[in-house]
């Protein structure tokens, strides 16, 4: 089983930045993804980014330029989210995958103008 931790998140204006933390622990494979998700009311869960173990990210196209992720050890993940748009808004999850799927509770981001 893998347990996993969120912190960060919050209110901010438009225009403002935002970071987001995930630890993961228990049975860690060091070859895994960790990223996030997230999920606005009404509409499904998208990918807002993610990266293997050894760094390499990906991103939705929506947030290119303006969200970083970077996964400091093979058991965290941190989003750095810049440039803040009201349509980031949503609860954001964060998410680890090695052939075995896991999500966090989940941490709201709001946007306001």
């Known amino acids: 089983q893998v347990q996993l931790e969120e912190s960060g998140g919050g209110s901010v204006q438009a225009g403002g930045f935002l970071r987001l933390e995930c630890l993961a622990s228990?049975?860690?494979?060091?070859?895994?993804?960790m990223g996030w998700f997230r999920q606005a009311p009404g509409k499904q869960r998208d990918l807002v980014a993610s990266a293997s173990s050894d760094g390499t990210p990906n991103y939705a196209s929506s947030v290119k330029g303006r969200f970083t992720i970077s996964r400091p050890t093979v058991n965290t993940a941190v989003l750095q989210m810049n440039f803040l748009k009201l349509e980031d808004t949503a609860v954001y999850y964060c998410h680890y995958y090695d052939n075995r799927d896991y999500w966090g509770q989940g941490t709201q981001v709001t946007v306001s103008s």
């Open positions: 228990g049975t860690i494979d060091v070859v895994n993804h």
